[in-house]
């Protein structure tokens, strides 16, 4: 089973600061990195698909790079408002024949207006 | 809308008997998979499956059971034989590829007791 690791677990920011967050996963036969946020009460929503290595991927205020030959990602939010508020999980696709991602256990972020 | 649909919502058991939960999704999608989560643990692989009447174990398949009979469709049985079946379960399915995202149901939350 893949290791794949999420930093921190838990995260409390003011609302209008900035914040980022780690993925750390295998360097070796890497494929593709997802990113989801999963608010309290819904079901996970894809964020971004990263595929090369030096990706930097932007939705809105959410953007994400992807570092593939250290195996890391970050996910950074700028000016963080109260929706923002969810688990952020990343997931690591390795090939190899199984289909599956290997999820971490989520970055979960509290915004405090 | 497309989607993804599981149900129920809730369901709980009796220990020793089998339960099975619905999963059906009107995306078109080949794949469909079905993770469990557990608290401080990240989403873990069940079982996929890439095409219709094939399907293959994830990292935690002892004790359930699936079948892909209609492409829409991919229910998991949980069985006796699962030790500790308390848990979240999310269903969800993607396009074939590795850069494609998954798109998830609102979960199943079983407890037996």
């Known amino acids: ?113 | 809308d497309g989607g993804i649909t599981q149900s129920p919502k809730y369901l709980f058991r009796k220990e020793g008997q089998n339960v099975t939960l619905s999963c059906e999704q009107n995306l078109n999608h080949d794949a469909m998979y079905w993770y469990r989560q557990d608290p401080g643990q990240g989403l873990r692989l069940i079982y996929y499956s890439q095409i219709v009447n094939d399907f293959q174990k994830g990292d935690i398949a002892e004790g359930y059971s699936v079948s892909r009979e209609k492409k829409e469709s991919f229910p998991l049985t949980v069985t006796s034989a699962q030790k500790n079946p308390t848990a979240f379960y999310l269903c969800a399915s993607r396009d074939r590829g590795y850069s494609s995202p998954l798109h998830f149901g609102n979960g199943t939350r079983l407890t037996v007791t």
């Not at chain 1, 921190?8 to 593709?32: I, K, M, R, W």
């Not at chain 1, 996910?75 to 190899?96: H, M, N, R, V, W």
Request: contains cysteine; hydrophobic residues 30%.
């Open chain 1, 1 to 113: 089973i893949l290791n794949v690791e999420q930093s921190p677990q838990s995260l409390h920011v003011q609302e209008g600061d900035s914040t980022n967050f780690t993925c750390s996963f295998p360097s070796s036969n890497f494929y593709a990195l997802h990113w989801y946020r999963w608010e309290t009460a819904k079901s996970p929503e894809a964020l971004f698909v990263m595929t090369l290595n030096g990706d930097e991927k932007k939705k809105g205020r959410i953007s994400a790079t992807l570092n593939t030959k250290e195996g890391y990602s970050y996910l950074y939010i700028k000016g963080s408002q109260p929706e923002d508020s969810a688990t952020y999980l990343c997931a690591f696709y390795s090939g190899g024949g199984a289909d599956g991602l290997t999820f971490g256990k989520g970055t979960h972020l509290i915004i405090q207006p």
